[in-house]
């Protein structure tokens, strides 16, 4: 494992860390082997701003007794309420909701305090203007955060905080295909990317301006979506027609200025394993080059990146993993019987969407989700749990 260090902050930190996204529904023992193998890899930066309980402790769990190898990057203004994940800025459910997650880590600080998920001029004149930030600076006074950071998926946006002076760490989204899209400053506009002139990548100005930004100012960038939620990985879903590897992505984020941790989601110790390979696999099969050669169309805002951030659902519909299925099916002739017993064994199908259109304002992608409801009603609808 190579390390960098975290900006300004001054922590060393793994190139790659591990996205705690994925330990939701896995066991206390689950949880253990992957924090295990992360560290048997030399991965010290674990992300984490899922705040279901049963997540939070299991986690808390496997960190016992090792707590200060790692380096944790914690979520603010995340809560969990009726039922299903959601952002907040009401300041006392986000106090609530971050000593929660201190308690169930079993930790008294959190390394990097990350303002959760900031992405429009709305979102950022009510975080920077209220009692939000200002939670966040007592936090660090105090020592139980040592660092904040912010998340978003705007350029526009990311670069204000960065100039703001407050932001140690930016977590955001870059993988090859974002790189291409043009930034817009409402980031629920629809996207398209610029494509490629001749000699190379194009990468969008307002990116390019955001990792300078942070490289100059000494802010961390700590890398979410570098695999697209995988759709990167496979020809027949990657904007570019043809597949990359887990390096390759890796090694894209890494070649961004002030890019030092490439956050991935692991669901296994494999895939844990997946993501370390990057260090045994030749600097020639790490390279991305080809995949921009034939200059096709790239369409990628719009795809579902499966974060959940376009929750809370009124019909209480894990919408992630609806849009998960609708996919898998979407690639075959039929839907595969092992597909439709997962659909069905949710507690809730795009059968019970309202079609309120609630969730879409949320998505930072674009994604028309009431589309997909519909194409999901459609697609298992033969396949209907007796």
């Not at 992300?47 to 299991?58: G, N």
């Not at 595969?336 to 795009?350: D, G, K, M, R």
Request: negative net charge.
């Amino acid at each position: 494992m190579e390390y960098r260090t975290l900006g300004r902050t001054g922590l060393r930190v793994s190139e790659i860390g591990l996205g705690g996204e994925w330990f939701n529904g896995l066991t206390a023992q689950q949880s253990a082997a992957i924090v295990d193998a992360a560290q048997e890899k030399g991965i010290n930066y674990i992300d984490i701003f899922m705040p279901q309980a049963p997540t939070r402790s299991h986690l808390g769990l496997a960190l016992e007794g090792r707590r200060e190898q790692f380096i944790l990057q914690g979520h603010l203004c995340t809560v969990f309420e009726d039922g299903q994940y959601t952002r907040t800025w009401d300041i006392e459910k986000t106090k609530r909701s971050f000593e929660d997650l201190l308690e169930r880590l079993h930790t008294n600080y959190i390394d990097v305090g990350m303002i959760h998920y900031v992405d429009s001029e709305e979102d950022f004149r009510t975080v920077f203007e209220g009692p939000v930030l200002a939670y966040a600076k007592e936090l660090k006074q105090s020592g139980v955060i040592r660092h904040i950071g912010m998340s978003s998926h705007n350029p526009h946006i990311a670069l204000k905080a960065v100039e703001s002076g407050i932001v140690d760490v930016l977590m955001f989204s870059i993988n090859p295909a974002y790189d291409m899209e043009s930034a817009e400053t409402d980031i629920y506009d629809l996207m398209e990317f610029k494509g490629m002139e001749k000699g190379g990548l194009v990468v969008d100005e307002a990116r390019q301006r955001l990792y300078s930004a942070c490289e100059a100012a000494g802010v961390a960038i700590t890398v979410m979506k570098p695999l697209g939620a995988g759709t990167l990985l496979k020809a027949e879903s990657s904007p570019f027609g043809v597949a990359l590897t887990v390096p390759q992505c890796i090694q894209y984020c890494l070649d961004r200025n002030g890019v030092k941790v490439v956050i991935v989601g692991c669901h296994t110790v494999e895939e844990v394993l997946e993501a370390a390979k990057y260090y045994d696999t030749p600097a020639p099969e790490r390279s991305y080059a080809h995949i921009f050669s034939a200059g096709n169309a790239i369409h990628m805002t719009g795809r579902c990146m499966y974060c959940n951030h376009c929750q809370p659902c009124p019909a209480h519909i894990d919408i992630a993993a609806v849009t998960k299925f609708l996919d898998l099916a979407a690639q075959q002739d039929s839907v595969p019987e092992t597909v439709a017993q997962h659909y069905w064994s949710l507690s809730a199908t795009a059968d019970d969407c309202l079609m309120c259109g609630k969730c879409e304002p949320n998505c930072p992608f674009g994604v028309k989700i009431r589309d997909n409801m519909a194409r999901a009603r459609t697609m298992f609808a033969h396949s209907r749990k007796r």
